[in-house]
DNA sequence: CCTTCAAATTGACAATCTTCGATGTCAATG
DNA sequence: CATTGACATCGAAGATTGTCAATTTGAAGG
């Protein structure tokens, strides 16, 4: 997850006027900010595990739209330590929310983002299998 | 990247009539397969690095909608076999296509997924930096 | 208080990822 | 056909990740 600059412009040959004589860089206008990017490859790395994208698609499809972590570990051939860190990482990345309510933290997608969120999962989930 | 089997329902309790007594999980529907779940985490990974969604972004703010190898080496600070690297990955998530044409090769979107692909940057890139 | 239970945290380990330097491949050119 | 330049592949080093077992925190109830 290291990050680096964009080189300077200067750096590369500025001109491509004949396009077949070399590899002269037609270096693309800024492109996106190191900040950005790495804010954004930390929320795509949030989605980037098949547990995490079932517990968001769990609590996304669940009947009041929050799940306790309890109904969370039952769901999955895992510890609970392990859910905890799943929930962990998509709650840094800004995506999940939890709620405590006496001993149990019930999980909702973050307020406000509920339709972005919704719309990355649906998005990716309209791939075709493949192969 | 693993990947585990949601449990079977009857391992959890059926009901939840009570909601304040205990944990009894609802179980949510059949939410994702498995088989989804891993693509989709496939191509939410190819996303998940900065100097990968920086390649994208160049490529689908170019002039041609195209970028060679020396092109995006030329940009990053990192050795021609980094950016290979990280250009295999893109392609095998069917994100990018290769082209050679003479000495080079030419990387583009994918044909057909272009607006998807886009779509999704566009949505990740909205994001405030926050803090 | 003392116990119980839900959830978070810690430490350890194996697996995976990013980067680099070195080498291999393949098209164009002399 | 030997050389050059663009790109891919390989092997290794170091960092990061996912999982588990053990422990800690914190609220509820006796």
Chains 1, 2 share one sequence.
């Not at 968001?56 to 799940?67: F, K, M, Q, V």
């Not at 972005?116 to 998005?123: M, Q, V, Y």
């Amino acid at each position: 997850m290291e990050i680096q600059e964009l080189k300077n412009k200067k750096d590369v040959a500025p001109n491509r006027e004949n396009d077949e004589t070399c590899c002269v860089p037609t270096l693309i206008e800024p492109a996106l900010g190191v900040k950005q990017a790495r804010k954004a490859a930390d929320v795509f790395n949030a989605l980037a595990d098949p547990t995490r994208l079932t517990i968001l698609s769990l609590i996304a499809r669940s009947e009041r739209g929050e799940a306790c972590v309890c109904d969370l570990t039952a769901s999955f051939n895992m510890g609970q330590p392990s859910i905890s860190h799943h929930l962990k990482i998509l709650k840094d990345a800004d995506l999940i929310q939890g709620d405590k309510r006496g001993k149990w933290v019930y999980y909702s997608l973050v307020a406000g983002r509920d339709e972005e969120i919704k719309g990355l999962l649906d998005t990716i989930l309209k791939i075709p299998l493949g192969v």
